[in-house]
Each structure stands twice: as C-alpha cells, then as structure tokens.
C-alpha cells in the first residue's frame, strides 16, 4: 500500500520530468549556440549583478547561491536547464489544476508549448543569467491556486507571496496568474457550479493580486525613467494610454507572428469559444457571451501591467504572456475527448513553435559567427594603421551597424520575429550592447569608447576602405563606419 501511495505521488513528478526533456529538446539549439546575449556580454565579462535596478531582488540575491560566487561567472547552461525544470512544473501545475489528474495525454502535453516554449518566451532562455528567475515568474503566477483547497487565508497569503515572487524576479508575468483564476472560474461556472463559491475565489485571487502587487509598488518599487518607464501616467491620461500601447503589442504580434501562426491562433481562440458553448451546463447565449468577454480579458492581461506604464518595453521578453493567454485558451479543449480539429491545430502550433526554437537557436550560432568575423576583419585593419602605433589613447567611436548574418537576411519576410529575437550585435555605438563586444573583448587598450562626441560631425580623412567598413580618423579620433552583409 505504502509503495502505492509512492508511485501515485510520483506521477506529477514524472509529468515534469516528461516536459523537462521535452523543452531541453526545444532549446537544445539556443544551449549549443553559447550565444551571450545583450547584458549577458557585460556579466560574462564583468561578473557584475545589477538586477535590482528595475526591482528584481530575487536574481540579485539567488545569483550568488547558483553561482556560489558574488562574483557571476558564466556557469551556462546551468541556469538555463534550472528555468527548464521550472517550466515544468509550471506547466505540470496548470494541467493538474484544469483537469485534477496527475498523469496527462500527448495532446495535454503539447497545449503547454506556447506557455513555455512561444517565441516570445524563448528570448528569456537565451540570457545565461537571467532565464530562471524569469521562468520563476511563470511558476510563482501558476503555483498560488495549489493552495485553494487549504483554506482562504492560506490561499491569500499565497497569491500575495505569489506576485510578490513575479514582480521581483520578471514583472512581464503579472498578467498571468489573472488569466488563470479566470480560466478556473470559467470553467468551474461551465460545469454548474453554484456562484457564491466561485464568487469567493475570485474575490479573494483579486485581493490577493492587488495587495501583492501593492506591497510592491509602495515598498519594493524602484522607479525608473530609462529606455523603459515603470512609473504611470496621469489618472486622466490611463485609458487612452493603456489603449494605445495595447494596440502596440498587438501591431506587434501581427507582425511577429507567420500568416500560418496567426490563423491556427485565430482557430484555437474560436475553438475556445465553441467548444464552451457545446460543453457547457449553462444557457448557451450565456456562455457565449461570458467566453467571448473571458478572451477578450485575456487579450487585455496578456501583456500585464505593462501597457498601463507610461513608457512600456515592446521587446519578445515582455510579451510571453501572449503564449500563456494561447495556452489557457487551448486548454478547455485539449483536456477533453474528441476535438479532434481543434486539438490537430493546437499540436501543429505547438509544433510549429518547436521548430522555431531550433531555427532560432542555429540563427545565433551564425550571428555570432559573424560578428566575430566582422570584428576580427575592423581589427586586423586597425592594426596595420600607422596612426596605431602611437602611444596616446584615441577616442573610438562606430556608425552604422553589420546587419544579421547571410543566412538570417536570406530567410522570407514573414521571418519577423526571428529579426526581433537576433540582436545586432555589432554596430552603432549609442547603443551600448552593439559595441560592448568590440571594445571590451579584443584588447583594444588603445582607443576610448567615447560617445560624448559627434565623429560623424568631424571632416576625418579616410584610412582604410574595404568592402565591409570604413575607417576615418588621426592621431585622436577614429570613427568605424560599418556597413551590412
């Protein structure tokens, strides 16, 4: 019996374990591309932390632990099959709750791809330093409900702790967990389920929710006015602003997203209205309408708090709730029999998002290529200058930028959201990341990246010509005009 009671207990476990190698899998390309990503350059180099600028405390103190080190060395691909594992059990979570098994189809299994593994979240696990707590996000967003059954406090202690945990480690995730406690209401209103309990839930989620994200705001927050605002606009000014930067992200999405992404999406939220309607054990113009407003508010929330912000980021990493809102639309009919349409659209969607990651992933082993080759070539050229071979440091500066690599500017147009993901990794100098590699990478001791000055503006002789750049400069200035594949 004792051995029984084990294995039954063991089954979520072995769920996990399922989507963990099913997710290594997916990213299996991005591991083996050893790409450093943006700020990954800086810490790769530098060892510095620096998360708590925009309030993520939990990166900036859990580092330490999974680095055993202050100092943050590059221990890849550690953190990234750490968010892996995490992944798991959030997805594992979400099924458990929907359907209250522990063991789970094929088709249960794919309807967590775009929870997990959407092209959104897969700029997340390509930061070798931040991709756990990132996915710690997902987890702290799903896991609050597990507690529901133990009692109303325990339960608003947990959502409280719960958003806590997202808006220190990946604030993106703060639409999360209200699309969920919605999906369970709906479905548990669907089922017949008398009001008032329902009514309860929802009440004490939304308390929950808003006294942790308060907590946050008052004592926590710390606010910023960078290439991202945390901070909100006016009272008279919060409508109009929300509606406009919802209409961003979602010009977004329709450019990101393939033609054959957008209409299988398009299929799984008309599936999720059709199938409450037949499903349901209530009026069926009533479920209709209360679908229908359910996706909508998932559309609203998908992007958490941050088209409320007064300046908010548009990058893939803050739009991965996007692939939650597809997952929970998905779910009502990948948990039940037949559906068969439905689900094939699901699967081919999932899949489709599966491949992705691999072209993604091979998509920076050559971007990273070549800007090595790229950079290699502009110092080989510097270093045959005869202005190089004084003693005194020169101020250094980059125009332009090399583009993406052959095979990325090859691809078709409808490749949008792989040129949002690859980042231009070697170019224009007032952005930062672009020149970070070049001038901190190669020993480059002799010239100043200093970007207090206008080169352009300077009437710099030209040096070296080549088919890939241009040098200007003399004994004090040299400017680096580069110029794309």
């Not at 993520?56 to 943050?72: E, K, M, N, W």
């Not at 039940?336 to 489709?352: G, M, N």
Request: with cysteine; hydrophobic share 45%; net charge neutral.
């Amino acid at each position: 019996m004792d051995l029984r009671l084990k294995c039954k207990d063991c089954r979520l476990l072995k769920a996990a374990a399922i989507l963990s190698c099913i997710y290594l899998m997916g990213i299996s390309a991005i591991l083996r591309a050893n790409f450093y990503y943006i700020d990954d350059m800086g810490r790769a180099l530098l060892g510095y932390k620096n998360f708590d600028f925009f309030g993520r405390y939990i990166p900036q103190h859990f580092t330490t632990v999974l680095h055993a080190d202050s100092y943050l060395t590059d221990v890849s691909p550690l953190p990234q099959l750490l968010a892996l594992v995490i992944l798991a059990m959030a997805a594992v979570i979400v099924l458990h709750v929907v359907t209250g098994r522990k063991e789970f189809t094929f088709a249960e299994y794919a309807s967590t791809i775009p929870l997990c593994l959407s092209p959104y979240f897969l700029e997340c696990l390509s930061y070798k330093y931040d991709s756990p707590y990132m996915a710690l996000s997902i987890l702290a967003s799903v896991a609050p409900v597990l507690f529901y059954k133990r009692g109303e406090i325990w339960y608003f202690v947990s959502v409280l702790l719960g958003m806590l945990i997202v808006c220190t480690s990946y604030q993106p995730a703060a639409g999360i967990f209200p699309m969920f406690v919605i999906l369970i209401a709906f479905l548990k209103w669907m089922d017949n389920v008398p009001w008032k309990p329902i009514v309860r839930f929802v009440l004490v989620s939304a308390g929950g929710f808003i006294a942790g994200m308060l907590l946050f705001a008052v004592f926590l927050l710390n606010p910023q006015e960078t290439y991202v605002s945390n901070t909100l606009p006016a009272v008279s000014e919060m409508i109009p602003t929300t509606l406009r930067h919802l209409k961003h992200y979602y010009y977004y999405v329709v450019h990101d997203f393939k033609l054959e992404w957008l209409i299988l999406t398009g299929i799984i939220f008309a599936g999720f209205i059709l199938v409450s309607v037949c499903d349901s054990k209530r009026n069926k113009w009533q479920t209709f309408l209360l679908a229908s407003g359910v996706l909508m508010v998932f559309l609203c929330l998908s992007f958490g708090i941050y088209p409320v912000l007064s300046d908010p980021l548009y990058d893939p990493r803050a739009m991965y709730g996007f692939g939650a809102c597809i997952c929970f639309a998905a779910i009502p009919f990948m948990t039940r029999p037949r559906r068969i349409l439905l689900k094939a659209a699901c699967i081919i969607l999932s899949w489709c998002f599966f491949v992705f990651g691999f072209t993604y992933g091979n998509a920076l082993a050559a971007q990273k290529e070549y800007t090595d080759y790229r950079i290699t070539a502009v110092v080989h050229d510097l270093d045959e200058l005869d202005v190089m071979e004084f003693g005194t440091s020169k101020i250094c500066q980059l125009e332009g930028d090399i583009g993406f690599a052959p095979e990325i500017s090859h691809m078709p147009q409808d490749y949008e959201m792989l040129n949002r993901l690859v980042p231009n990794t070697f170019g224009y100098s007032s952005s930062y990341w672009r020149g970070f590699r070049f001038f901190s990478y190669y020993g480059l001791q002799n010239l100043d990246w200093d970007t207090a000055y206008d080169l352009t503006e300077y009437d710099l002789p030209v040096l070296k010509n080549s088919i890939y750049h241009t040098i200007y400069g003399n004994d004090e200035y040299i400017l680096i005009e580069l110029r794309p594949y």
